[in-house]
């Protein structure tokens, strides 16, 4: 049997401090990723110099992006099932959904001043999605801003059905490892299980990930399917994974970091309530 659920306010603070934390830490290895997928290439996106570019973004969509999640994820764990593998999938789906109401637009700012447009920087480019509410309409500002909506849930939906419930269960592996059904397990254990679970579904999901990236990055709108259909003629099967070394390596560290700080602050919440 698993552990109480934490409280909202826990979960809450614990999803923004990971949040946070994880992104800071490993944005280069983010941004070098980017313009390994880049259809201009990687040293015409920038190669490694910039690496940094794009963060303001990132810090602005961290916190509530990732509270939105663990909000989401432990309410619905809590409400269908919080010790099946059904249930982790359940809620990992509805937080997932839940934080890219926040990730998407900051994620479109963020890569675009990765790969250098608008001249690297993040408010450039999110002026030049706000400019289009005068010159084509809020729509089409609107519609811009959350570019890739649609295939960004399609892989973080996936890799959060992979990854989260590898985690519980290698939780719940540990607590009965150490014969204690009610405490959780402690962070450094947390966070290794975390990176084991983040390395598996990253590499599941690169493909989808590429994806995402040639449609964000696209100078006109176009479509998941014929994004597919244009690597796969052109290009071939291995442009589906690009960037698979270094977004393995940054998810299995990110999940290191972002499960490990996650549980830490919900242990040290919980023992001084």
Known sequence: MDPKNPPFQTALLAGAMAGTTVDLSLFPLDTLKTRLQSSAGFFPSGGFSGIYRGIGSALVGSAPGAAFFFCTYESVKSLYGKDTAVGHMLAGSCGEVAACAVRVPTEVVKQRAQAGLHGGRSGDAFRAILSLRQSEGFVRMWRELYRGWGI????????TVIQFPIWEALKAWGRRRRGDTKGDVPALESAVFGSLAGAV???????????????????????????FRDIARKEGIRPFFAGLAPRTMWISIGGFIFLGSYQWVVNTMSATL
């Open 152 to 159: 960004t849930v399609f892989r973080e939906v996936p890799f």
């Open 201 to 227: 579904a990253a590499g599941l999901t690169t493909p989808l990930d590429v994806l995402k990236t040639r449609v964000m990055l696209s100078e006109k709108r176009v479509s998941v399917g014929s994004t």
